[in-house]
C-alpha cells in the first residue's frame, strides 16, 4: 500500500514554512511531508531508522536524509552541521508500508516473522520479548505500553504455552494466542493492543519520543516550531504533557498554585486543541482516524 501522509496541509501550514528555511524531519519514511516542505522551498534534514524507507526515498533537492533515530535528533542534526533551524516535524508510529510488509512483522492481519524492528540490524525483536521475559515483564510490557486491561491473563498463557514447549515465531501464532485468551469483543482485532505494545517496547517508542521533544525544541530558533503527530494515547499524553509544561501552562505559586512542576516557559501554543483529520480524509485514509496534531512555537531564552 502506498503510504498517504497524514494531516499533511495541517502540518505543513502549521510549521509556516518559508522560503530557504531550514526544517527536521524526524520521521522521514517515505518523505510525503518533506516533499510539501520543499516544494514551499524549505531545506530538510530527514531521519529514519528504516533502512528500506531510506532507500526508497533516494535523493531530493534539497534534502539531506540520514539513518538515526529521532531521539538522537540534536545529535544528529549537530553532527550534518545543522545548529538552528525553523521547524521540526515527528510523524510517529508504523507507516502503512511497513505493516503492509508481512515480513516486517508489524501485523496481526498479515502472517510473518515476530519482529518489528523499525531498525533491522538491531538485535532485539518482538520474538526475544515474547520467548524471553517473565510473566511480569510481560505483563508490565503490556499494561505500559499499550493499556491492556488483560496484560496479566495474556501473560500467564504466554509463560503457560513456553512450559509445554512452545516458541512464538510469527506474528499468527502470537494473535491466535491472544484471541483464545479474551475472545473477540468490539470492532477491534483483540491482539490490537498487545502488537501496539510488542512494538513500541522493541523500538523503545516513548524513551525515543522524550529525547527527541528535548532535542527538537533546543533545536528551533526563537519563532520556530514543532509540529507532532500521534497516533495513539500514550504518545500523545507525553506530547501534551511536554507542551503544557513549556508554555507555562502549569500554574506558579504566585498564580495561586501548590508548585510549579513545570519547565520554565519555553514557548506558546500554536494549536490550543490537537488539529484532526477532516471526515474527508479519514474516509481516503483510514489509519489519519485516530492522528493528533500538535504544534509549539518556540520563544525566550533556554
Known amino acids: 500500500m502506498l503510504h498517504v501522509p497524514v494531516l499533511l496541509k495541517e502540518t505543513v501550514d502549521a510549521l509556516s514554512v518559508r522560503r530557504g528555511g531550514a526544517y527536521i524531519d524526524g520521521t522521514l519514511g517515505r518523505a510525503g511531508h518533506t516533499k510539501e516542505i520543499i516544494a514551499r522551498g524549505g531545506r530538510v534534514l530527514g531521519i529514519d531508522r528504516d533502512d528500506q524507507a531510506l532507500k526508497e526515498v533516494g535523493e531530493i533537492e534539497n534534502l539531506t536524509a540520514v539513518k538515526g533515530c529521532h531521539g538522537d535528533i540534536k545529535e544528529i542534526a549537530y553532527e550534518n552541521g545543522w545548529k538552528e ?52 515483564n510481560l505483563a508490565w510490557i503490556f499494561r505500559t505500553y499499550s493499556e491492556e486491561r488483560q496484560a496479566k491473563k495474556i501473560a500467564n498463557a504466554i509463560i503457560k504455552a513456553r512450559e509445554r514447549g512452545r516458541m512464538f515465531e ?42 527527541a521533544l528535548e532535542g527538537a525544541l533546543s533545536l528551533l530558533r526563537d519563532g520556530g516550531r514543532l509540529a507532532v503527530i500521534t497516533f495513539e494515547s500514550l504518545s500523545d499524553r507525553i506530547v501534551k504533557r511536554f507542551f503544557s509544561s513549556h508554555v507555562g501552562a502549569m500554574r506558579s505559586l504566585q ?10 516557559p519555553r514557548g506558546k501554543a500554536v494549536t490550543k486543541k490537537p488539529i484532526v483529520a477532516t471526515s474527508e480524509e479519514c474516509a481516503l485514509n483510514p489509519r489519519s482516524r485516530s492522528a493528533k496534531l500538535r504544534v509549539i512555537e518556540k520563544g525566550g531564552e533556554i
Open 85 to 136: 533551524v525553523d521547524g521540526i516535524l515527528l510523524d510517529l508510529g508504523v507507516s502503512s508500508p511497513q505493516l503492509d510488509d508481512a515480513g516486517r512483522g508489524f501485523s496481526f492481519q498479515r502472517e510473518g516473522p515476530l519482529d518489528m524492528r523499525m531498525d533491522r540490524s538491531q538485535g532485539l525483536t518482538a520474538a526475544d520479548i515474547v520467548n524471553k521475559e517473565s510473566a511480569e
Open 170 to 211: 510469527t506474528t499468527e501464532e502470537l494473535a491466535s494466542l491472544v484471541s483464545s485468551v479474551i475472545g473477540r469483543s468490539g470492532p477491534h482485532h483483540p491482539a490490537t493492543r498487545v502488537f501496539q505494545a510488542l512494538r513500541m517496547a522493541v523500538n523503545d517508542e516513548l524513551g525515543e519520543l522524550e529525547r
Open 255 to 264: 498564580q495561586g498554585g501548590e508548585e510549579w512542576c513545570g519547565a520554565e
